[in-house]
């Protein structure tokens, strides 16, 4: 038995040295030094062996197995080694190269506008004022001259949380909001960036949501003059120094008078066009002066204080400053359209 563990320690060690890869050194060890490989094969037959014997064939059989198990591991390990420096040539990374450079946003074209429009006014003295955009019955209506059951309020189709609760249909309780906090002190000169919400379909001019920017002006003496001399500065500012604007008279609950603001046609310069309908105006906002009961309820003396305030669609200013026609790119989170505004 002795000479057969000698011979098998030698044929062990000759195939050991001529192994070419990892997956055949593994095959040797199954075949060696495995539960039914050839080392085990030979030592089921100690038990016909003399007690004097066993323990010097045991002593040669852990001699074979540890003489095997060493040549073993340092093929293991050369083989490890060469692996690792394989993949360390095949995954090197040339730190020379230039990297991806990484996607860089931007600001939507519609904040663009909205920080543009409050950047001109904070230029002409009027500070930011905001509100709640989940907005009581009082503040959103009564408050603004629109009482319950008044036929003015189906101009704006409402989302209704209870029946004193609501989505805000416009930045106007701002307004108000605003008026009761100064305590009569004037003057107050503010403008009410902000979402707003009423139920209508979605197409190209209209959305259930959108962004407003209202304006308002109190003081005493405050007049009509006041009021366009401003918006004519605004649209000169927006839009460029030619620019026209004209007022037209119109109805709002909360202003008396009020009308609607026309401008110069960006695309036609005034001469008509498709965009102006080959009128020369495009309308962009309301404004009139401050309704006597909305003062009332701001805590102001309508005898004594006078106002006026003015209410634009932040997508309306944009669609024309950048001659879009149709509101629902500005929600379609479509990078093919918001990149062309990246480095406006």
């Given at each position: 038995?002795?000479?057969?563990?000698?011979?098998?320690?030698?044929?062990?060690?000759?195939?050991?040295?001529?192994?070419?890869?990892?997956?055949?050194?593994?095959?040797?060890?199954?075949?060696?030094?495995?539960?039914?490989?050839?080392?085990?094969?030979?030592?089921?037959?100690?038990?016909?062996?003399?007690?004097?014997?066993?323990?010097?064939?045991?002593?040669?059989?852990?001699?074979?197995?540890?003489?095997?198990?060493?040549?073993?591991?340092?093929?293991?390990?050369?083989?490890?080694?060469?692996?690792?420096?394989?993949?360390?040539?095949?995954?090197?990374?040339?730190?020379?190269?230039?990297?991806?450079?990484?996607?860089?946003?931007?600001?939507?074209?519609?904040?663009?506008?909205?920080?543009?429009?409050?950047?001109?006014?904070?230029?002409?003295?009027?500070?930011?004022?905001?509100?709640?955009?989940?907005?009581?019955?009082?503040?959103?209506?009564?408050?603004?001259?629109?009482?319950?059951?008044?036929?003015?309020?189906?101009?704006?189709?409402?989302?209704y949380i209870t029946?004193?609760?609501?989505?805000?249909?416009?930045?106007?309780?701002?307004?108000?909001?605003?008026?009761?906090?100064?305590?009569?002190?004037?003057?107050?000169?503010?403008?009410?960036?902000?979402?707003?919400?009423?139920?209508?379909?979605?197409?190209?001019?209209?959305?259930?949501?959108?962004?407003?920017?209202?304006?308002?002006?109190?003081?005493?003496?405050?007049?009509?003059?006041?009021?366009?001399?401003t918006l004519l500065?605004?649209?000169?500012?927006?839009?460029?120094?030619?620019?026209?604007?004209?007022?037209?008279?119109?109805f709002f609950p909360?202003?008396?008078?009020?009308?609607?603001?026309?401008?110069?046609?960006?695309?036609?310069?005034?001469?008509?066009?498709?965009?102006?309908?080959?009128?020369?105006?495009?309308?962009?906002?309301?404004?009139?002066?401050?309704?006597?009961?909305?003062?009332?309820?701001?805590?102001?003396?309508?005898?004594?204080?006078?106002?006026?305030?003015?209410?634009?669609?932040?997508?309306?200013?944009?669609?024309?400053?950048?001659?879009?026609?149709?509101?629902?790119?500005?929600?379609?989170?479509?990078?093919?359209?918001?990149?062309?505004?990246?480095?406006?």
């Amino acid at each position: 038995m002795k000479e057969r563990l000698e011979a098998l320690r030698r044929e062990a060690l000759d195939r050991l040295e001529a192994v070419a890869d990892a997956a055949a050194l593994n095959d040797l060890r199954v075949e060696y030094l495995g539960k039914k490989g050839k080392l085990t094969e030979i030592l089921r037959g100690m038990g016909g062996l003399s007690a004097e014997e066993r323990p010097v064939i045991g002593q040669v059989a852990n001699d074979v197995r540890a003489a095997i198990e060493e040549v073993l591991a340092n093929k293991q390990e050369a083989f490890d080694r060469a692996e690792t420096a394989r993949r360390l040539r095949a995954e090197t990374i040339d730190v020379t190269l230039p990297g991806k450079a990484p996607a860089i946003g931007s600001l939507h074209p519609l904040t663009k506008v909205q920080e543009e429009i409050e950047d001109i006014f904070l230029g002409m003295g009027y500070q930011i004022a905001e509100g709640p955009e989940v907005e009581t019955d009082y503040f959103n209506f009564e408050a603004l001259n629109l009482p319950k059951n008044h036929p003015a309020r189906d101009m704006q189709d409402s989302f209704y949380i209870t029946d004193e609760i609501l989505l805000r249909t416009h930045t106007s309780p701002v307004q108000v909001r605003t008026m009761q906090a100064a305590n009569g002190k004037t003057p107050v000169k503010i403008i009410c960036p902000g979402k707003v919400y009423r139920r209508d379909d979605d197409d190209a001019t209209h959305s259930f949501m959108f962004q407003q920017i209202e304006g308002l002006v109190v003081g005493p003496n405050i007049r009509m003059s006041d009021l366009k001399g401003t918006l004519l500065q605004f649209v000169r500012e927006m839009y460029g120094p030619q620019m026209q604007i004209r007022l037209r008279p119109s109805f709002f609950p909360f202003t008396e008078p009020g009308a609607e603001v026309d401008v110069t046609c960006a695309k036609c310069g005034g001469h008509g066009c498709r965009m102006c309908k080959h009128t020369g105006w495009i309308e962009i906002l309301g404004c009139g002066m401050v309704h006597p009961k909305v003062l009332e309820h701001g805590g102001y003396d309508p005898t004594e204080v006078s106002g006026f305030a003015f209410g634009m669609g932040i997508e309306r200013i944009a669609l024309l400053k950048y001659e879009i026609d149709d509101i629902r790119h500005f929600y379609s989170n479509d990078l093919r359209f918001l990149k062309q505004f990246a480095k406006m």
